[in-house]
């Protein structure tokens, strides 16, 4: 399984990124996919996830209401759109997948397959 991630850069606060995930056709139909970020010196921590289906979507408090996830089944990817973005989402952000994942599971480690991860920085 391949994810490919991409879309990071720089940003003022209050400025929007649009991160992509592209995989191919088998996992973006048969596989939950999410978003995890890790900031310099802590744990990577859970964004946002998409069902299966793609029907059902789950985010974390502190993103809710500011990203979305989108996707388009005709390039198999899938996007994390941040609006408003604040200084403390700078992070790596990374693309996760897995054929067992329910869309509410926010642990990392029951994601099997990790894309590489792309930096969003957003200065104050």
């Known amino acids: 399984v391949q994810l490919q991630a991409s879309g990071g850069g720089l940003v003022q606060a209050g400025g929007f990124l649009r991160l992509s995930c592209a995989t191919s056709?088998?996992?973006?139909?048969?596989?939950?996919m999410g978003w995890f970020r890790q900031a310099p010196g802590k744990e990577r921590e859970f964004v946002a996830t998409r069902s299966r289906s793609g029907g059902t979507t789950y985010y974390a408090d502190y993103v809710k209401g500011r990203f979305t996830i989108t996707e388009d089944n005709r390039k198999n990817t899938v996007y994390l759109q941040m609006n408003s973005l604040k200084p403390e989402d700078t992070a790596v952000y990374y693309c996760?997948?897995?054929?067992?994942?329910?869309?509410?599971?926010?642990?990392?480690?029951?994601?099997?397959?990790w894309g590489q991860g792309t930096l969003v920085t957003v200065s104050s």
């Open positions: 996760a997948a897995g054929p067992q994942v329910v869309v509410s599971d926010t642990i990392d480690s029951d994601y099997p397959y």
């Open positions: 056709e088998r996992t973006f139909r048969s596989y939950s």
